[in-house]
């Protein structure tokens, strides 16, 4: 039975995740992200949860970073989980008489327009998870008056749930991903993702074009892109990728070796089953078959056989 390591306490949408990822995982809570990926990295936990992006909120900043910088680990699952918020309080607490409301950054984005709507003048603080938020609001004398957090995270902290689906879309979808210490790859399926953390050698003009040619000319389709700063001074950044296909592929490998080729550092983060179960459309040219038979003719005239 694995050990996963997740952003607890018990009650987060994450500890959702992991549950339909992994039923028979023990569960171990950490108090953050980077926590939860040094347990992995460490050996404290066999692997861990995250999420890595929202439909709403886009990526999520922190666990891209550590991705890129701590000890490298790989994705070996992903699973996107439709998130719905409620607005939970102490029992006896009147919608009227909110002031202070404890939720997660991310869900303060989500549940904006009803925030602005049924808790004018309330303040918005960030906790560091949705269930964190709800355990503290559940403790006499606490100074917030409300959370925002799963229903499951109120039932489990003796929360009354004073309005529900307080999020601005009814339907947000959060990415999370499955981590390990360096392992076997998971199969290619056909349906199948793949995640990069790029470093450019030098700041040049085009050398963003050049990193998307080494895609496009192989027909490779993106499913995200995302610019992070590298900490260096401002202007300089490094790149986040995903996109379609196993580096398995022949055309996902012959991407990645290009990139390689020509950026200062190219970090494979995993190939995996996408959650979707998507498969990518081949462009005429990009198939196993037509690379290998193009290999074959190469093979064939370096030896003088035209
Ligand atoms: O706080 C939680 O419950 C989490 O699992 C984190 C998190 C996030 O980081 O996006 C997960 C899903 C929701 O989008 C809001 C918060």
Known sequence: MPRLAYLGPEGTFTEEALRLLDPTAERLPCANVPAALNAARSGEADGAVVPLENSIEGAITTTLDEF???????????LLLPVEFSLLARPGTEIAH???????????????????????GAVVVAAPSTAAAAQEVSLP?????AAIAARIAGEHYGLVELASRVGDRSDTVTRFVRVSRPCALPEPTGSD???????????????????????SVRGVNLTRIESRP???????YFFHFDFEGHVADARV???????HRICGE????GSYPRADGVAPVIKRGTADTEFAEAADWLERIRAGRV
Do not use: N
């Open 193 to 215: 993702r793949t995640t990069l953390v790029v470093f450019l050698a030098d700041d040049r003009p085009g050398a963003l074009l050049a990193m998307l040619t080494e895609f």
């Open 253 to 259: 490998g012959e991407a990645i070796a290009g990139l």
């Open 98 to 120: 909110i002031k202070r409301v404890y939720t997660h950054p991310a869900a303060i984005t989500q549940c904006r327009a009803f925030v602005s709507r049924e808790l004018p």
């Open 68 to 78: 890129a910088w701590g000890e490298p680990l790989l994705i070996t699952a992903e």
């Open 230 to 236: 590298t900490g260096d001074g401002i202007g300089r």
């Open 266 to 269: 190219v970090r494979f983060l």
């Open 141 to 145: 004398g606490s100074p917030y008056d």
